[in-house]
């Protein structure tokens, strides 16, 4: 029997990791992939909870979460290609032109 | 109890993952450690009785966004990263930003927020048929204008990303 | 039956000219200019005219005519309300009518001037105000039109501006009346606060109708506490001790401002107020006392500066300020309409002898140095006879004006109480000297040989010379006015003879109504500080109030008018070399009394310096520059201190900016798990 608490906290140290890798790497793809991974961490607490109240609609968000991952993730490897086009470079620290 | 150990494999396996994504410096490793995070989360998903989750983790996450970052890594020719030098404020700010975070979180989930629910193997009968229920009658709007959002991301990807003329 | 009397046109056509002019006036021609300011002027006037003719058919005196409220606030409410009765009717017709008169006179003097429009919208405008005081129904409406001709006064003193000297003299007159008012407003707000109102009727009322509660005062209290603070304001306005010093510079503006302003009007506004406020003074000996003091020290102390001034406005101005003297002490002793009364003929005669010095000045092209002038009545006869009767009537000629408001006022001191003939002998030496330098004047100016300036050929004072050959005549538009005045000089002393020369004195009738009311039966004068080393012999045996007594003095102060006559012929016409050689005799003191005293340099030393530094050095560079410009500065500074630590988290390094996204979301868990937790 697995209390739902076990499963909170796997989300809460999936989601820590996911903003420790954030901050650490320097790719900006690996970057957005953290990214991903938060959402994930979020999404398996949600159904967790769906879970719990018995109430379908935490699947639905998942759905939607998803959905909406789906198109940032587009959009978003879409402006690298962009920045890489322009700055030759998948460096985060060498994308600093907006620096007062 | 098979639930518990089903549970340990699969959990642990997800934070292998994550802190191999951590760990790693080639982006490919990176994403391939993601896709097995995503992987073990769909079991996961199974063992909450979330079926019809579980299997679009696969097909949309795993199988389409995934495979999405790798074509990209691919095609942007993305080597092993160089070390270039940070920043102080992420050392600074974020570091402990990061174990407080995680420091308060489980606080709060172990120590206050103590619920005596056990998890349920089998909570929904016939879950996909409900979530289409809700999903088609109940969220409809939304559900229609995250089908907009998507014509409009692919737009927008399109846009950016086209080759300059 | 009670007609509507309009009175608010009076104030507000003037006020209507000096908009005209003052805005249009620079495009407008000359003729249109003076057309404007001309025709307000002279409708007021008519409208005065109608009213005194409709005085004797108004049902209800005072009339009060109410434009609406102004001010309405629990415990204290005021109108815009005017009043008319008998003695706001002699001022509204003495202003209306010289003002007119000198109105039409300045169309001729100030003809070459390029600030001709300028002139005549201040002009005009300081009519309008000086009738808001005079018709005003209570003291705030008065004080208005008080601070209102204080600024009239300003800009019309100041009116050369470009002379440095001029724009002084306009900045010293208006803060030394600054500081007059102050004693005006202490008295006002004494008034509000226990009375609730500040209407004439009001107050007086109450005083009269409740004699337990506002008994005639001994020693201080309210009411004496209320006159010192209104007789400061007087003093300031009407140039009495201390705060006389503005009317001799002011002479630094044009001619006709110092006649209406500085002789027939702005300055007998601190009379109109005491005499107005009669029933507050006469419930206050002490003030009363206080009052004919500073009257009676004012008149000796200026004449005396007269005597030996060499300009020829400087020798009026100080004659003014000793004639207002005259007139302070008059309210002194509560012989209120005394002073209105020679309020008037003042205005008449000193009118006419300033636009006489204004048509002498101007025959000589701006020369205004006594000494320099001589033999001028072959050139310029028209203004000499003019001249020769104002000087008549100041000096207290018989038949003249000057001579029955004058004795008018040395009666009525006399017979005010025992100690009254302390006042009267100082009154007849003010007379007498009064009678001399006038008179010296007279001969300087028009008898003897001629004597020119060194530099004669100058234009000199800004007044545009012209005719630098013989003097010549002034243009008749100019004469008509002085020629109109002088017989106001000769016949308006005739509707106050007294009783002892067998006329009716239809003048203190007139007034009666205003003045009797509070007028109380035996005023006790307290001691007075000055020591009598005025004592004359002759006069003091008999102080029962007789007509015999009055004869006597009279035939004695006329008596002290001829012999200042004398004194000037022998010594200005006779033997004219001897006045240097007296001068020369008496040492140290004829410089002094020529230096005014040194009154002014012992201001600027002990008053003016004291104030300039302490605000130079403290004011303006601790307060002004240190504590507001610090301050403000400083939040600049702060804010730009603040903005330079803040501009390091704008350094566009990606991984900086998700270190803080990190630490805000840290931030926010923590902050909502604390909430939780309570």
Redesign the interface.
């Known amino acids: 029997m697995v209390p739902i608490t076990w499963y909170l906290v796997l989300s809460a140290v999936l989601f820590t990791i996911g903003v420790a890798a954030f901050i650490f790497k320097r790719n900006i793809i690996t970057i957005f992939m953290s990214i991903e991974l938060m959402l994930n961490a979020v999404n398996l607490s949600f159904v967790a909870f769906a879970n719990m109240w018995k109430d379908l609609s935490g699947h639905i968000f998942v759905f939607f979460v998803m959905v909406v991952a789906a198109a940032e993730a587009a959009v978003g490897l879409a402006i690298i290609i962009a920045v890489f086009r322009t700055r030759q470079t998948l460096n985060v620290d060498r994308v600093n032109l907006l620096k007062l | 109890m098979i ?2 150990v089903l ?1 340990i494999i699969f ?1 642990g396996i ?2 292998a993952g ?2 191999n ?2 760990l790693q410096k080639h ?1 490919i490793s ?2 391939l450690s ?1 896709i097995v ?2 992987g073990s ?1 769909a079991a ?2 199974l ?4 079926q ?2 579980a299997a ?2 696969v097909i ?2 795993a199988g ?3 495979v ?2 790798v074509f ?2 691919m ?2 020719n ?1 080597g092993k ?18 174990a ?3 420091g ?7 120590q ?9 193997l089998g ?2 009968a016939r ?1 996909t048929r ?2 289409a229920i ?2 088609f009658r109940d ?1 409809l709007l ?1 559900f229609e204008v ?1 089908s907009v ?2 014509l ?3 737009m ?6 086209r080759k ?1 003329q | 039956m009670n007609v509507n009397l309009h009175l608010w046109l009076i104030p507000l056509l003037p006020l209507l000219g000096a908009l005209i002019n003052g805005a249009l006036g620079r495009r407008l021609s000359k003729t249109a200019v003076t057309a404007v300011a001309l025709t307000s002027t002279a409708a007021s006037f008519a409208l005065a005219l109608w009213v005194a003719f409709q005085f004797s058919a108004l049902s209800q005196i005072p009339y009060v005519e109410s434009h609406g409220p102004w001010i309405q606030i629990t415990g204290f409410s005021v109108d815009f309300a005017f009043l008319l009765d008998q003695l706001s009717l002699v001022m509204l017709l003495v202003v209306t009518g010289v003002g007119f008169l000198i109105h039409i006179y300045s169309a001729g003097y100030m003809a070459d001037d390029d600030g001709y429009y300028r002139f005549f919208s201040y002009l005009n405008l300081f009519m309008f105000f000086m009738l808001m005081l005079v018709l005003a129904n209570n003291y705030l409406l008065m004080f208005v039109g008080w601070e209102g001709v204080g600024l009239a006064s300003y800009l019309l003193i100041g009116f050369y501006f470009l002379k440095h000297s001029a724009s002084q003299a306009g900045k010293k007159a208006f803060i030394v009346n600054r500081i007059g008012d102050f004693g005006f407003l202490l008295g006002m707000f004494l008034l509000v606060k226990h009375f609730g109102s500040l209407d004439y009727s009001v107050i007086f009322d109450r005083i009269l109708r409740n004699p337990s509660q506002f008994p005639v005062e001994t020693g201080a209290g309210l009411l004496t506490l209320v006159s010192f603070c209104l007789m400061i304001g007087a003093t300031g306005k009407s140039a009495q001790i201390p705060l006389y010093v503005w009317l001799p510079d002011a002479m630094e503006g044009p001619t006709p401002v110092s006649a209406l302003i500085h002789a027939a009007t702005m300055v007998t506004a601190g009379i109109y107020m005491v005499a107005r406020s009669n029933v507050i003074f006469n419930h206050a000996p002490m003030a009363l006392t206080t009052v004919a003091v500073i009257g009676a020290l004012t008149a000796i102390f200026a004449a005396s500066i007269g005597i030996v001034q060499t300009d020829i406005k400087r020798v009026l101005a100080y004659s003014t300020i000793s004639q207002l003297g005259y007139m302070f002490m008059a309210c002194g002793v509560a012989a209120y309409s005394a002073a209105i009364f020679h309020l008037m003929t003042h205005a008449f005669f000193k009118a006419l002898l300033f636009l006489s010095a204004g048509s002498v000045i101007h025959a000589l092209g701006g020369e205004q140095d006594m000494r320099y002038m001589g033999g001028l009545r072959k050139y310029i006869p028209v203004t000499f006879w003019v001249m020769t009767i104002g000087t008549l009537a100041i000096a207290g000629i018989p038949g003249l004006a000057g001579f029955f408001s004058k004795d008018e006022i040395l009666w009525k001191a006399y017979s005010s109480s025992d100690n009254g003939w302390i006042f009267w002998a100082i009154g007849l030496i003010t007379a007498l000297m009064t009678s001399f330098y006038m008179f010296r004047l007279l001969f300087m100016t028009f008898f003897g040989e001629r004597r020119e300036a060194p530099h004669a050929h100058d234009s000199g004072h800004g007044h545009g010379g012209h005719g630098h050959g013989a003097p010549h005549e002034s243009p008749w538009i100019m004469l008509a006015p002085l020629v109109l005045l002088a017989i106001g000089s000769v016949a308006g002393g005739w509707v106050g003879i007294p009783h002892s020369l067998g006329g009716d004195n239809h003048f203190e009738k007139f007034l009666a109504p205003v003045f009797e009311q509070g007028r109380l039966e035996a005023v006790d004068m307290a001691k007075i500080e000055r020591p009598t080393k005025f004592a004359i012999a002759e006069a003091a045996s008999d102080t029962k109030p007789e007509a015999s007594t009055e004869l006597t003095l009279t035939f004695i102060s006329v008596l002290a008018g001829l012999t200042g006559l004398f004194w000037a012929w022998y010594l200005y016409v006779r033997r004219p070399e001897l006045p240097g050689r007296i001068a020369a005799r008496l040492g140290n003191l004829y410089p002094t009394v020529l230096n005014k005293y040194y009154i002014d340099e012992v201001y600027q030393q002990s008053l003016v310096d004291p104030i300039v530094d302490g605000s130079r050095t403290i004011l303006w560079k601790g307060v002004d520059v240190g504590v507001v410009d610090g301050a403000v500065n400083g939040a600049g500074t702060t804010a730009r201190s603040t903005w330079a630590i803040l501009r390091q988290m704008q350094s566009g390094n990606i991984r900086s900016y998700a270190g803080w996204v990190a630490f805000g979301a840290a931030l926010l868990v923590a902050y909502m798990i604390w909430m939780g937790l309570r």
């Not at chain 2, 063992?47 to 979330?50: E, K, R």
Request: proline letters at 4%; charged letters at 10%.
């Open positions: 639930h518990q549970f959990g997800c934070v994550a802190l994504l951590l982006p990176s994403a993601l995070v995503m989360l996961l998903y063992l909450l009785g979330a019809f989750v679009i983790q949309v996450y389409a966004i995934m999405l970052f990209v890594i095609l942007l993305a990263e160089e070390h270039t030098k940070g920043s102080r404020i992420a050392m600074w700010f974020g570091v402990p930003s990061v407080a975070l995680l308060m979180v489980l606080f709060i989930l172990l206050r927020g103590k619920v005596d629910y056990q998890i349920e909570a929904f879950p409900e979530v809700l999903l969220y939304p995250t959002l998507i409009v991301a692919i927008g990807a399109v846009v950016l990303a300059e």
